[in-house]
């Protein structure tokens, strides 16, 4: 069975750090994309930053500058190194991966930014 697993949220304090982990597993296919989303109550889901095959890389306005995506194409892992989080940024972070045509998600992990 084919799996997408986040790992590495948390509290932090406002200013602070956190580096998330996503592993694909189940498949020796290569995923196309790998991204982050994130969602907070009452709100769609919304891009935090994805990276394709070959190396492009998009990223969220509230991203830019402060984020980090990274991916290991052998391995179907891929990290979003977070600098500088604020409370706006606390939210269910999803990781997504394009397969067989499709786009799997995770089930989510959560990052609060707090004092």
């Known amino acids: 069975q084919v799996q997408v697993v986040e790992s590495g949220g948390g509290l932090v304090e406002p200013g602070g750090s956190l580096r998330l982990s996503c592993e694909v597993s189940?498949?020796?296919?290569?995923?196309?994309?790998m991204g982050w989303y994130r969602q907070t109550p009452g709100k769609e889901r919304e891009l935090v930053a994805n990276?394709?095959?070959?190396?492009?890389?998009r990223y969220s306005d509230s991203a830019k500058g402060r984020f980090t995506i990274s991916r290991d194409n052998r391995k179907n892992t891929a990290a979003l190194q977070m600098n500088s989080l604020q409370p706006e940024d606390t939210a269910v972070y999803f990781c997504?991966?394009?397969?067989?045509?499709?786009?799997?998600w995770g089930q989510g992990t959560q990052v609060t930014v707090s004092s």
């Open positions: 997504n991966a394009g397969l067989f045509g499709r786009t799997l």
């Open positions: 189940g498949t020796i296919a290569r995923a196309t994309f």
């Open positions: 990276i394709i095959s070959g190396g492009n890389i």
